[in-house]
């Protein structure tokens, strides 16, 4: 690189002289003929897996790169968003110097994974409507302060952040705006994606962790400007993403129709529980929702968590979260489960009527 962008001023110091591992698969990837791999010491003998996966995921990121519109250097693929989240804190963040800041309440792993860092952690709360109170971030922020983390949807209110606002944010803040959408495909918006090209301190992150049905593989998508993704994979792991997981990421991708009718159908469910939870008198509000998960307001969560659990459902208690008092986030589930849970709260409506 001949000039010194800002992006590789905000970068670690001992990442910026780093030369990334280099591995057989890095040196030799040519795969338009059959060769005689003798150079990574594998078994050659064939078990489906016994090679090691392409570090690059090339695969995966061409169809990804076709449905996304976005490049191939533009994207970096992980061990779920956790690692990636983790990545960015590890190429970006000087341990006991630097700081980032999340709004909360919002996703508890931004807080976790700065301390597992060394990296400080401001927090600006989210204003009433859970949108970031842009003036305030902006405030707070400094010369060591690397990342802001946003999360839209946001977990666990579950409403989009305005786009508008993040843009204040993402040309106001020096520094990078990670923006967090594991749930964008519930939501009605995802422009963002399309404004990668006109900030260079733009990053966003995508999970197939929820839409895509795929939890168990680990895979998590960065999406950002070239030269913040080459200084990622300068400190990933080599191997990062397995063999198994790619395979079944490139199966799922090719079949775009089946997860839009899973994602149609959870919309449809949100809606329908929406409206059937408004009639209960112990629910005292619900948030509005563009995930694939309702944030609600009890009379008493602490004890509604504990009747859900002994009628067999598992909901998750948020109430210890900033302006979440009282609160139980509720993940849409099959139609059938969703029945399980209006009758588990209409039965305990009928004797909180009493
Ligand atoms: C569920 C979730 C993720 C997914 O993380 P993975 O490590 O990809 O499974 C990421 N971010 C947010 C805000 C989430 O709620």
């Given at each position: 690189m001949s000039t010194t962008t800002r992006i590789s001023q905000w970068v670690r110091t001992s990442v910026k002289g780093l030369k990334p591992y280099a591995s057989a698969r890095d040196e030799f990837s040519d795969t338009s003929r059959p060769m005689v791999l003798l150079d990574a010491n594998e078994s050659p003998f064939e078990t489906g897996v016994n090679r090691y996966p392409d570090p690059q995921?090339?695969?995966?990121?061409?169809?990804?790169?076709?449905?996304?519109?976005?490049?191939?250097?533009?994207?970096?693929?992980?061990?779920?968003?956790?690692?990636?989240?983790?990545?960015?804190?590890r190429a970006f963040c000087e341990p006991y110097r630097d700081t980032v800041i999340t709004l909360p309440p919002t996703f508890g792993m931004f807080k976790?994974?700065?301390?597992?860092?060394?990296?400080?952690?401001?927090?600006?709360?989210?204003?009433?409507?859970?949108?970031?109170d842009v003036k305030a971030v902006l405030d707070a922020s400094g010369p060591n302060t690397r990342i802001l983390f946003l999360c839209s949807p946001n977990n666990p209110t579950g409403n989009l952040m305005h786009p508008d606002r993040i843009r204040e944010l993402v040309e106001g803040f020096s520094g990078l705006v990670v923006v967090d959408e594991a749930y964008v495909q519930f939501s009605a918006s995802q422009e963002l994606v399309a404004d990668l090209k006109r900030y260079d301190n733009l990053v966003?992150?995508?999970t197939f962790s929820k839409a895509f049905g795929?939890?168990?593989?680990?895979?998590?998508?960065?999406?950002?400007?070239?030269?913040?993704?080459?200084?990622?994979?300068?400190?990933?792991?080599p191997y990062n993403v397995n063999e198994l997981t790619q395979q079944r990421a490139l199966q799922v991708l090719s079949d775009p129709e089946?997860?839009?009718?899973?994602?149609?159908?959870?919309?449809?469910?949100?809606?329908?529980?929406?409206?059937?939870?408004?009639?209960?008198?112990?629910?005292?509000?619900?948030?509005?929702?563009?995930?694939?998960?309702?944030?609600?307001?009890?009379?008493?969560?602490?004890?509604?968590?504990?009747?859900?659990?002994?009628?067999?459902?598992?909901?998750?208690?948020?109430?210890?979260?900033?302006?979440?008092?009282?609160?139980?986030?509720?993940?849409?589930?099959?139609?059938?489960?969703?029945?399980?849970l209006l009758e588990a709260l209409t039965q305990l409506d009928k004797t909180h009527l009493l």
């Open positions: 995921q090339r695969a995966l990121k061409t169809l990804l790169a076709g449905q996304l519109g976005v490049s191939e250097a533009q994207m970096l693929l992980g061990n779920g968003s956790d690692e990636v989240l983790d990545l960015l804190f976790v994974l700065a301390g597992v860092n060394a990296v400080g952690h401001i927090e600006i709360p989210l204003d009433h409507n859970f949108q970031p966003l992150i995508r795929l939890a168990g593989i680990r895979l998590g998508l960065c999406m950002a400007n070239p030269e913040v993704i080459r200084y990622l994979n300068r400190i990933k792991m089946r997860v839009d009718r899973d994602v149609a159908l959870l919309q449809a469910e949100r809606q329908r529980l929406q409206e059937a939870l408004r009639g209960l008198t112990l629910v005292q509000h619900i948030f509005p929702s563009e995930a694939n998960f309702l944030l609600i307001r009890v009379d008493d969560a602490t004890r509604r968590y504990t009747e859900l659990l002994e009628a067999g459902i598992v909901a998750r208690n948020r109430s210890s979260e900033l302006q979440c008092e009282n609160t139980l986030r509720i993940t849409i589930g099959t139609p059938e489960e969703n029945d399980r």
